[in-house]
DNA sequence: GCAAAAGTGTTTCTTGTACACCCATGA
DNA sequence: TCATGGGTGTACAAGAAACACTTTTGC
């Protein structure tokens, strides 16, 4: 009776930023997540995150990889990472089913081709979420939100080259408030985040200065502002 | 083929903070881990996490509880939460095994009795481990140490009411260097995170000042220091 | 030249560290 | 009164935020 027949499925919050129509009918630039809307019961019509069942011969990490996969192309996901497990009893219907979480994001720069059944949804108004979808995106929000502050990770929503205002539309986005341009480079620089590519790119439509492009020192998650407080003595 | 007999265990990793027999005959205070000595192949001898496997009707927390309730007295478990994943099809001999991880913390006041085969080691000088448990335990210690740092997550660890040298020591134990006492209180009490009782102990077998009381403000964990850099304006 | 965008410099504030000095107790 | 531990105050440094000012482009 202890351990009859428990299922293991992961969902992957993928997160990128894109623009999104505004209520006025001009765009504004949001962080989005990928849903697919399920055309079957349970809960048909509501929106779930990309995921499935987990293979015998496969570990969590593959799996999310493999079943991406099927909704955008994987070499799109510059960063995938573990997020927590959901574990109730009820949270589905029909077998008792796990859900292992993660978070995956996808650079700004591009643009998949999704399935019919798929699409971005600005994270600040989602839809009717399935079971409790909608919980795992909130928790991968704040994980990306806190994450920016102290590690290199906004590499994964970044293009290979950018400006520091492309740069700084990509922190408001994901984090929801502005911020200053000037000291998001100093802090980045400081830290060693930031390497100036010495080019620049063209100037805008309106004129102004070119901007000089950066990248990312590494595209590995790093963290970089390791204690607050309470740091080893030296 | 693709789900046939996957099996989900819990594992906790338990630290205290305890006096352990030093090299020079002498004890010295250090974080230690709850370990129980396996007696049956695989791996006979090695010693392991407590754990077991997840029943149908329960979830990942209360799993948790009812395992640690096997070897210790679960009322002395101040604090316990979600790690990360273990799920390499290969991780341990037999049916495939998908492993949960949890902290668990007790509070240095408390020894609580232990079964026959379960022993506190200090986490400086682990026994011979049993399959990944080894990373599990270092996995739990980073962790540990980075939330001392920005959360209030020490409650698990500290007494009802303690001195600021006893916190001072705890600290030290959970971050593996010294840290001064004077700070400590500083950067607690402008958090919030310590409350005075108003009272004072009796001073030492040597003399000395008595020293106040404090107690943790808040028994939950609460992030106290949410953004080191990127915070929103205002 | 002017507007627009990018980049630099300066000031101020907060937070944390280091350390010297004062306080309360037991023997 | 002295050793011992506890507590306070002050000086210093680093990091980050705010904002004014300069530079480089298109028109």
New interface residues.
């Given amino acids: ?4 027949s ?3 499925e992961v969902l992957i919050v993928v997160f990128q930023v894109r623009r999104f129509p505004d209520t006025h009918g001009g765009t504004k630039t949001e962080l989005g997540v990928l849903l697919w809307q399920r055309a079957l019961d349970p809960q048909a019509g509501t929106w779930s995150l990309p995921g499935g ?9 593959t799996s999310a990889r493999r079943q991406l996969a099927e909704k955008v192309d994987v070499r799109e996901v510059a960063h995938l990472e ?1 997020l ?2 959901f ?3 009820h949270r589905v219907p029909g077998p ?1 089913t ?1 859900a ?1 979480t993660y978070l995956g994001l996808v650079p700004i720069s591009s643009d998949p081709r999704l399935p019919e059944d798929t699409a971005w949804h600005p994270v600040s108004d989602l839809p009717a979420m399935s079971f409790d979808h909608g919980i795992m995106v909130e928790n991968a929000r704040t994980r990306l939100a ?1 994450k ?3 590690t290199n990770i906004a590499f994964g929503l970044a293009p290979a080259e950018f400006a520091m205002s492309t740069l700084r539309e990509i ?1 408001c986005a994901a ?1 929801g ?3 200053d341009a000037t000291n ?1 480079q100093r ?1 980045l620089k400081r830290r060693d985040v930031l390497t100036p590519t010495g080019t620049t790119a063209p100037s805008g439509r309106a004129g102004g200065r070119p901007p000089a492009l950066f990248r990312f020192t590494e595209s590995r998650l790093r963290v970089t ?6 740091r ?2 030296g």
């Fill in positions: 009776m202890t351990h009859g428990t299922l293991h069942r987990l293979h015998d011969d496969e570990d969590l990490t573990q927590s497990v574990s109730d009893p008792r796990i292992s806190a920016l502050s102290y922190y984090l408030y502005q911020v998001l802090v502002d390791e204690f607050a407080a309470l080893p003595p």
